[in-house]
């Protein structure tokens, strides 16, 4: 007989202290938007008050603020318990959104533009912007039947013309599909800052106070980066560190075959 652990909830205790149904509670635990229980036997679960606890966050993440499973996947995460923001840190992290760099004054953020005109007044192949797009690092929104770039990825696809334009070309074997590893890199180190920022400032620091904190942290971080890239790049030229050209596969020369020979 398997012995019930302290506060170890049934699978029908879960559902009447969440009000959400265990095929509702079985499909987040495939999405990952769940752990797995424990099971001690075959037949046997045990759901701790923390499943109570990230299942009421899930449901006001898409109650109140209409997001999406994937994105509360984001925000919550998939980790162990110790890795997993509490609360409070997504709260802290809500408040933020929307908040961090207003418009300044003088200063336009860029107008959105159709795909095609756009690669047109950078020189780009729409084929190009796609393959940037499919890397991660801008997105295209379909509005009015039309394919759209907006924001930061309307500078971001300049940015890339610039690099063709100097020089960084398909011949020279850089394609947009590479801009995959900057995404990566930056998407895993954005995970690591804000979940230290959230657990130093959750429930000590006010919004508008974590707000001057995270515009001046993103500001100063950034310049940071650059140098430390910059510094990193420079000593392994000086060091002769540069990856070796992947070698080419010999092949031996092949002789003809003699008739009458095996």
Do not use: C
């Not at 994937?70 to 980790?79: E, R, S, T, V």
């Not at 418009?103 to 860029?110: Q, S, T, Y």
């Not at 759209?148 to 020089?167: K, M, P, S, T, Y």
């Not at 398909?170 to 995970?191: H, N, S, T």
């Amino acid at each position: 007989m398997t012995v019930r652990p302290a506060h170890a909830l049934k699978m029908k205790d879960l559902e009447r202290a969440t009000g959400v149904g265990r095929e509702t509670i079985r499909f987040y635990i495939r999405q990952g938007l769940l752990p797995e229980p424990h099971r001690p036997g075959r037949n046997v679960a045990w759901y701790d008050a923390g499943f109570v606890e990230r299942i009421a966050l899930i449901k006001e993440l898409q109650q109140k603020r209409f997001l999406p499973l994937h994105a509360i996947k984001g925000i919550l995460g998939a980790g162990d318990a110790a890795a997993r923001p509490s609360r409070t840190e997504v709260q802290t992290l809500l408040e933020l959104d929307g908040k961090l760099f207003p418009p300044l004054a003088g200063i336009p953020a860029p107008s959105p533009e159709r795909l095609a005109a756009l690669a047109q007044r950078t020189d780009l192949p729409v084929a190009e912007l796609e393959a940037i797009a499919a890397a991660g690092a801008i997105t295209i929104v379909r509005r009015d039947d039309d394919r759209w770039v907006e924001g930061d990825a309307v500078r971001i696809v300049e940015l890339w013309a610039r690099l063709r334009h100097a020089g960084f070309s398909d011949a020279l074997g850089f394609r947009p599909e590479q801009i995959a590893l900057y995404v990566e890199l930056v998407q895993a180190l954005a995970r690591q800052e804000l979940r230290l920022f959230t657990q130093g400032i959750a429930g000590r620091v006010t919004t508008e106070g974590a707000r001057r904190m995270a515009e001046e942290g993103i500001v100063v971080l950034n310049q940071v980066i650059g140098l430390l890239r910059k510094q990193t790049l420079l000593r392994y030229i000086a060091e002769g560190n540069v990856p070796p050209a992947p070698r080419k596969r010999q092949t031996r020369p092949r002789h003809p075959r003699l008739r009458g020979t095996v």
